[in-house]
């Protein structure tokens, strides 16, 4: 280990290398079931070249390594290690916006960037960033888009990997590489000469003079490498900075809240705003997830409970340039008589909530502690794609599910998020529970890995497989393991990135 | 070389008799492939490509498996097409067999709720069209026209168009794919595979939908994909579009109060750029594109008379350019798009109407006043949902080719590039038929905008030897003009033309240096151990075997 230390230690100095043991205890767990595992060192690199040595060292030295980007908590058992003797590559302190451009709609930033750095100084040049649902302050934006989280406005999301264009990724070989037209020296031809990645500051600027961005994400060549890294739980590459494609910042927006007893209801009418595409933001709540996204603590969360509806379709409509009031004014109308088409009523508040406020709560970062644990102090999530029309029979089942386990109903959160222009969406249910209190956490353990199997089963599509979810997913598909294994062993041929995870 | 007795038995016994053949006519019909005069050095300036060894018409995933295995086993180079428009379709060199997927012909499914089709490797756009609108839906058509492959165009080319701006670039639409490896496996990407339907494109985990294609497809040589989803987008028209007219003069007519097409002008490059920026920052528009200055900004104005008039024809084209009418409608249209708004309801359009009519206001540009003639709009609405007339790129003179693209963000029409493409085809003038500036192309090269750019076309007659050592001498210059400003090269369509019929070992040295193909060569080494796929997936020479 000392020698471990001392060879990092030469690549990123001595205050960049940490074996206290509290850190390394830190950094053993999260706040999800997985078993923890303490790592060997954590080390934290300044900049591309020492991500690069540190994947070379650790090619050498045979180090597992794990990237982090984003900041306490994590939730979700991929920045724990899985494999012995591993060294945490924290990268919270690669947090340079790199570049801003309006004009284009595109910003360029390192891993360590989280969403509350980046969306103010965004709205300063009149844009914001297709966001998930209330990330914490600490999270990174590239680990967000990387993971492919939803955003809240499906019509954004031209792919499942929006709104991430190019990258530029340290292969587990330890080779640097980038993506899309930003490959090489900033001159994407085949017949280039061998690439020499000048720093990225300077390819934007010689960029500028072939009227180029950073926005065309396919390639280089024939392949889209930047798919091949995305949901990768850092297994195929460390990214070291990466280019999104941003959004004109609203001059006027509107949310409307349609409430309902059931979601069927509001699903129809959800489906047919998305086949048009007259919405923005568009979320399917159950009581229980946007009384803990309103409420500050347990006693209001219960209190807005009993007072929401049972479901609500948080609606947002916007005028982000010319016309702007002119378009949310013709949206409503419009949209209105939808409404009334589907029986099912527009609404600027809701017993409980008012648009406004949800808006406010949705399109910020989570305030601290973060949202999902002001109920209870813990949660698990259990979040999958399907399609529109089959999302309530898995809400069906998952209240089967719970009651079974005695879990109590009203606690159960429900969050359906329209994605990919509407021909899919992401159904995430929320089990919060006293981390206190052990027997609830064994209550909720068993039925996180039952429900977790039996929504599997019943057609759940575990798109980012972690923890207990990989087994399930991979053994699904056995070829697209077969090739997913070779693919590794390709990028990573030493399997230091991330051992453990998903199928490696 | 031909096939032995046993190995074409052994595909004779895959797809049938009647599905199989090794008639030198019949090879040499698929050898005859636009643009092959100007590959001199594999058809000496002839029409043919390398002949195939034989063709064969598999009518399922089930027929290409076998194949591809029978073909792992005999060491076998196989080279696929689906509707096969251009010399990606001709066998890449001699020894090799060609898969035509013409008889894979089906809609699977239009699943109309959550949006997309599923479809095997020859149905066509206007097919899916035809069958998406019935439901209220549309796809996405390729530049290269209706009459082209939706699964290789999304799948294994480039498949770029007119309406990516709204419909998302074609790669994006795709959800799930099943994929014929090159060693004979079928891999079934996203949720398809883990059997829970096409709806999604990606994972589980990292997404091995990244390696079927990039910036470019493997255009034939990368294993066969046999079907996809694909997403589609919402059609407010009639469950038919109501064709009338005849040759050339076809349109549609369609409500006025959802379908309107505009042509935008301007005085100034600088004016067309910024007006390109306040479109994709306003989000109007169904259809981006500069289309009709394919013939040339000199004579678009009277093109479009003789397509939009039953009475007229091309022999008309000097009377028309006579007139002072013309001359006018010339002038004006010189630096125009055409932009088709739908409205998804009549307020939406009046919308869009307002929006346009506000940039126009900013940018000192105008409508064209001749596209709001009834019988234009109705033939530039048909023109440009449908893009059926892919022929026109052959009307002037039987050939075409393109030089000086660029590919950039909206400025790059402000750059001086178009006035420099317009020098260069001046230069040939006479050898080729130049008309002016003919930079077609989208103005929203990706969903929501983000890229734009053009093709430069070169029309040249591909009977007149000269003339097509014109064009390839044009496209050259356009390379080498293009790589003194640092800018990829300018002549796409010969230079992977020239590609994919190149010296395969050539061809890896010259990429040797690039990292893309670097990786590729690994990943194809990985995935296709025998090398039996054609050499349209690119690959860089390991220098370090050297």
């Known amino acids: 280990m000392a020698e471990k230390k001392d060879e990092l230690i030469q690549i990123v100095g001595a205050e960049n290398v940490i074996d206290d043991p509290a850190t390394l205890d830190d950094y053993s767990k999260d706040s999800s079931f997985t078993p923890p595992k303490k790592p060997l060192l954590v080390v934290k690199p300044g900049n591309a070249d020492d991500v690069q040595d540190i994947v070379k060292w650790a090619n050498q030295t045979k180090t597992p390594l794990v990237p982090v980007s984003s900041g306490k908590p994590h939730f979700r058992?991929?920045?724990?290690?899985?494999?012995?003797?591993?060294?945490?590559?924290?990268?919270?302190?690669?947090?340079?916006?790199?570049?801003m451009d309006r004009r284009n709609r595109v910003a360029i930033v390192e891993p360590g960037v989280t969403y509350s750095q980046l969306q103010p100084e965004l709205a300063k040049e009149g844009m914001r960033l297709s966001m998930p649902l209330m990330p914490r302050a600490s999270k990174s934006v590239l680990g967000g888009a990387l993971e492919r989280e939803p955003i809240m406005n499906p019509r954004y999301a031209w792919s499942l990997c929006e709104p991430l264009r190019c990258l530029e990724t340290v292969m587990g070989n330890g080779e640097m590489f980038r993506t899309g037209e930003l490959a090489g020296a900033g001159v994407s031809t085949s017949t280039r000469e061998e690439a020499k990645l000048i720093p990225i500051e300077e390819l934007m600027e010689l960029r500028k003079k072939t009227q180029d961005t950073a926005l065309?994400?396919?390639?280089?060549?024939?392949?889209?490498?930047?798919?091949?890294?995305?949901?990768?739980?850092?297994?195929?590459?460390?990214?070291?900075?990466?280019?999104?494609?941003?959004?004109?910042?609203?001059?006027?927006?509107?949310?409307?809240?349609?409430?309902?007893?059931?979601?069927?209801?509001?699903?129809?009418?959800?489906?047919?705003?998305?086949?048009?595409?007259?919405?923005?933001?568009?979320?399917?709540?159950?009581?229980?997830?946007?009384?803990?996204?309103?409420?500050?603590?347990?006693?209001?969360?219960?209190?807005?409970?009993?007072?929401?509806?049972?479901?609500?379709?948080?609606?947002?409509?916007?005028?982000?340039?010319?016309?702007?009031?002119?378009?949310?004014?013709?949206?409503?109308?419009?949209?209105?008589?939808?409404?009334?088409?589907?029986?099912?009523?527009?609404?600027?508040?809701?017993?409980?909530?008012?648009?406004?406020?949800?808006?406010?709560?949705?399109?910020?970062?989570?305030?601290?502690?973060?949202?999902?644990?002001?109920?209870?102090?813990?949660?698990?999530?259990?979040?999958?794609?399907?399609?529109?029309?089959?999302?309530?029979?898995?809400?069906?089942?998952?209240?089967?599910?719970?009651?079974?386990?005695?879990?109590?109903?009203?606690?159960?959160?429900?969050?359906?998020?329209?994605?990919?222009?509407?021909?899919?969406?992401?159904?995430?249910?929320?089990?919060?529970?006293n981390p206190d209190d052990a027997g609830e956490v064994s209550r909720v353990q068993e039925l996180y890995a039952k429900a977790s199997e039996e929504l599997s089963k019943q057609g759940a599509y575990y798109s980012r497989p972690y923890g207990i979810w990989a087994d399930m997913a991979y053994s699904r598909n056995a070829k697209h393991t077969d090739v997913s294994k070779k693919l590794k062993g390709l990028f990573d041929p030493n399997s230091v990135l991330n051992p453990g995870k998903l199928c490696f | 070389m031909a096939l032995s007795s046993e190995v074409y038995e052994a595909l004779e016994n895959i797809v049938g008799p009647d599905n199989i053949t090794e008639e030198p006519a019949t090879l040499d019909s698929y050898a005859y492939q636009w643009m092959a005069e100007l590959v001199t050095n594999v058809t000496d300036g002839g029409k043919f490509f390398d002949r195939a060894e034989a063709v064969l018409m598999p009518g399922s995933a089930e027929d290409v498996q076998a194949i591809v295995k029978a073909c792992n086993q005999h060491k076998l180079r196989f080279h696929v097409f689906s509707t096969g428009w251009g010399p990606w379709a001709a066998s890449p060199a001699e020894g090799q067999i060609l898969l035509d997927l013409r008889r894979m012909d089906k809609i699977i499914e239009i699943d109309e709720q959550n949006m997309f089709a599923v479809v095997e490797p020859y149905v066509v756009a206007a097919q899916l069209q035809a069958e998406a609108m019935k439901v209220g839906l549309n796809n996405h058509i390729s530049g290269a026209g209706a009459g082209t492959s939706v699964l290789a165009n999304a799948c294994c080319f480039q498949g770029g168009g007119p309406d990516v701006i709204y419909f998302a670039s074609p790669q994006d639409s795709i959800l799930s794919i099943e994929w014929v490896t090159p060693e004979g496996d079928i891999l079934q990407t996203g949720?398809?595979?883990?059997?829970?339907?096409?709806?999604?494109?990606?994972?589980?985990?990292?997404?091995?939908?990244?390696?079927?294609?990039?910036?470019?497809?493997?255009?034939?040589?990368?294993?066969?994909?046999?079907?996809?989803?694909?997403?589609?987008?919402?059609?407010?028209?009639?469950?038919?579009?109501?064709?009338?007219?005849?040759?050339?003069?076809?349109?549609?007519?369609?409500?006025?109060?959802?379908?309107?097409?505009?042509?935008?002008?301007?005085?100034?490059?600088?004016?067309?750029?910024?007006?390109?920026?306040?479109?994709?920052?306003?989000?109007?528009?169904?259809?981006?594109?500069?289309?009709?200055?394919?013939?040339?900004?000199?004579?678009?104005?009277?093109?479009?008379?003789?397509?939009?008039?039953?009475?007229?024809?091309?022999?008309?084209?000097?009377?028309?350019?006579?007139?002072?009418?013309?001359?006018?409608?010339?002038?004006?249209?010189?630096?125009?798009?055409?932009?088709?708004?739908?409205?998804?309801?009549?307020?939406?359009?009046?919308?869009?109407?307002?929006?346009?009519?506000?940039?126009?206001?900013?940018?000192?540009?105008?409508?064209?006043?001749?596209?709001?003639?009834?019988?234009v709009q109705r033939y530039v609405l048909l023109f440009m949902l449908r893009l059926c007339f892919k022929n026109l790129n052959f009307t002037a003179t039987g050939g075409f080719i393109d030089t000086y693209n660029s590919v950039a963000t909206p400025d790059v029409w402000a750059s001086g590039e178009i006035q420099a493409g317009k020098k260069l085809l001046k230069k040939y003038a006479g050898r080729i038929a130049d008309a002016g500036d003919q930079a077609m192309g989208p103005i929203g090269g990706q969903g929501g905008g983000g890229v734009t750019g053009w093709e430069d076309f070169v029309f040249y007659d591909p009977f007149d030897p000269d003339s097509s050592k014109a064009a390839a001498e044009v496209s050259d210059e356009g390379d080498k003009l293009k790589a003194v400003q640092?800018?990829?090269?300018?002549g796409m369509l010969l230079g992977l033309a020239r590609a994919t019929h190149a010296d395969q070992e050539a061809r890896a040295q010259k990429l040797s240096k690039s990292p893309e193909y670097n990786w590729q060569r690994k990943i194809k080494e990985t995935l296709d151990p025998n090398g039996v796929g054609s050499g349209n997936y690119f690959w860089g020479a390991d220098t370090s075997k050297k």
């Open chain 1, 77 to 99: 058992g991929d920045t724990v290690p899985a494999s012995d003797g591993a060294v945490i590559v924290d990268l919270s302190g690669m947090n340079r916006i790199i570049m």
């Open chain 2, 486 to 490: 640092g800018r990829p090269p300018g």
């Open chain 2, 191 to 375: 949720s398809l595979g883990s059997g829970l339907g096409w709806f999604c494109a990606e994972g589980p985990g990292p997404s091995t939908q990244g390696i079927i294609r990039g910036s470019l497809g493997g255009a034939g040589g990368w294993g066969v994909v046999t079907k996809i989803a694909i997403r589609l987008v919402h059609w407010p028209g009639p469950a038919t579009l109501p064709i009338e007219g005849t040759v050339p003069s076809y349109q549609a007519a369609l409500p006025e109060d959802q379908f309107k097409a505009a042509f935008p002008a301007f005085s100034d490059w600088q004016d067309f750029s910024d007006a390109i920026y306040r479109i994709y920052d306003s989000e109007i528009g169904y259809i981006a594109h500069r289309q009709f200055v394919m013939w040339g900004d000199e004579l678009q104005a009277a093109f479009l008379n003789i397509v939009t008039d039953p009475t007229r024809q091309l022999c008309d084209l000097e009377e028309l350019l006579e007139k002072p009418e013309i001359q006018k409608l010339t002038e004006e249209m010189q630096r125009n798009f055409q932009l088709i708004m739908v409205g998804m309801t009549p307020r939406d359009l009046e919308y869009q109407k307002k929006v346009l009519d506000q940039i126009l206001k900013e940018t000192g540009g105008w409508n064209i006043s001749f596209v709001e003639k009834p019988d």
């Open chain 1, 216 to 433: 065309y994400q396919y390639g280089p060549g024939q392949f889209n490498f930047h798919k091949l890294v995305s949901a990768a739980q850092g297994t195929m590459g460390i990214i070291t900075w990466a280019s999104l494609r941003c959004e004109v910042l609203p001059k006027v927006q509107k949310f409307f809240l349609v409430p309902s007893d059931k979601p069927d209801t509001l699903i129809d009418f959800a489906s047919k705003l998305l086949r048009i595409r007259f919405h923005d933001e568009m979320l399917l709540f159950n009581a229980s997830t946007l009384a803990t996204a309103l409420g500050e603590g347990a006693d209001q969360i219960k209190s807005l409970q009993e007072q929401l509806p049972p479901w609500t379709l948080v609606l947002g409509i916007t005028g982000r340039d010319i016309l702007a009031e002119d378009r949310v004014a013709f949206l409503e109308a419009d949209i209105k008589d939808f409404a009334q088409k589907a029986g099912v009523s527009l609404e600027t508040a809701v017993p409980g909530a008012t648009g406004e406020q949800v808006a406010e709560a949705i399109l910020n970062p989570s305030t601290e502690p973060y949202w999902k644990l002001r109920n209870k102090g813990g949660f698990q999530d259990i979040f999958f794609l399907t399609t529109l029309s089959r999302a309530p029979e898995f809400v069906t089942a998952m209240s089967t599910l719970a009651e079974a386990a005695r879990y109590p109903a009203s606690d159960l959160g429900v969050y359906i998020q329209p994605t990919h222009m509407g021909t899919s969406c992401h159904v995430e249910f929320t089990l919060p529970f």
